[in-house]
């Protein structure tokens, strides 16, 4: 909601601003150099992006509408998720978990937790990592390097798609002066004609680097940096995981386990003690 917003409030003030100066709104609608910048843009992302990146950009695009996820509720039913599969793992061995990570869907832990169940690489995080536990033989120390090294690899498959958003920002204001000189030498053809004819021809070129600096500063780049954040915001869920599995792996008592997990959240959104408390206690119950 807030792009939108956002967006909005982008093409209000600097087309308000424009027509408060007088300015003819007709002149801006040049659409050839719409199709210049436009079609330029989306060509070098196809010379440049394999078509899978390409999915990815555009699925994380998509969620730039609905913003966040990771709310505090969120992380207070991932608080009380980690909580169950400790207590049980606690309370009836590791291999009591063993249907539950293995067909997460059905499991009466995991389908209390739509999101993440719905959130794939969360639950594989989670649950493949609590089948290494299972097998016995990865040592606490081996478990967290490899958990940073799937938290590594997943910040940089996400910085990709924010990385190319960047580079198409940065790239036009360039695109928007290639329209210009486009439309400069459609002018110089045309020197000897009237001054009028001449000043149309001007203007409509300079829309070209209007538009380029416009769409770069005032919607690609904001985006880019949105996509970063939203990344951030994802690689913070997986980390507050981490922290739960790393403190139950070396032994921590269940209770123990989600207060290192809690401490891992961001300030923001992070639960106080008593609320962590309170959504563990009710999950204790409903067992």
């Known amino acids: ?128 990592t609590l089948k290494l536990l299972l097998t016995g033989s990865v040592p606490p120390h081996d478990l967290e390097g490899l958990l940073d090294v799937d938290l590594e690899t997943h910040h940089r498959t996400s910085a990709t798609t924010s990385g190319l958003v960047q580079k198409l920002g940065d790239a036009l204001p360039g695109l928007g002066i290639v329209a210009a000189v486009l439309g400069i030498v459609i002018t110089m053809q045309a020197i000897d004609g009237p001054p009028a004819e001449v000043g149309h021809k001007v203007a409509a070129a300079l829309v070209g680097t209007f538009l380029g600096v416009l769409m770069s500063y005032g919607f690609v780049g904001p985006m880019a940096t949105h996509l970063q954040l939203l990344a951030a915001s994802e690689s913070r869920y997986l980390e507050c995981i981490r922290a739960g599995l790393i403190a139950f792996a070396k032994g921590a008592a269940p209770i123990i386990a989600v207060e290192y997990a809690r401490r891992a959240i961001a300030g923001e959104v992070r639960p106080t003690f008593e609320q962590a408390e309170t959504a563990v206690r009710s999950e204790g119950k409903a067992r």
């Not at 909601?1 to 709104?25: D, E, K, Q, R």
């Not at 801006?28 to 010379?47: K, P």
């Not at 608080?79 to 539950?100: C, V």
Request: glycine share 12%.
């Open 1 to 128: 909601m807030t792009v939108i917003i956002g967006s909005a409030v982008v093409v209000v003030c600097v087309l308000g601003g424009y027509l408060l100066h007088g300015g003819p709104f007709g002149v801006l609608l040049q659409w050839n150099e719409f199709l210049i910048i436009g079609g330029a843009a989306l060509g070098s992302l196809l010379v440049g992006s394999p078509l899978p990146v390409l999915k990815q950009m555009a699925g994380r695009l998509t969620g730039l509408l609905r913003g966040d996820p990771y709310t505090q509720s969120v992380y207070l039913d991932l608080m009380g998720t980690l909580y169950q599969l400790f207590i049980t793992a606690k309370r009836d061995g590791l291999i009591s978990l063993e249907s539950h990570v293995e067909d997460p869907p059905k499991s009466a832990i995991f389908s209390k937790n739509p999101f993440i169940l719905h959130n794939h690489h969360a639950l594989h995080f989670l649950c493949d």
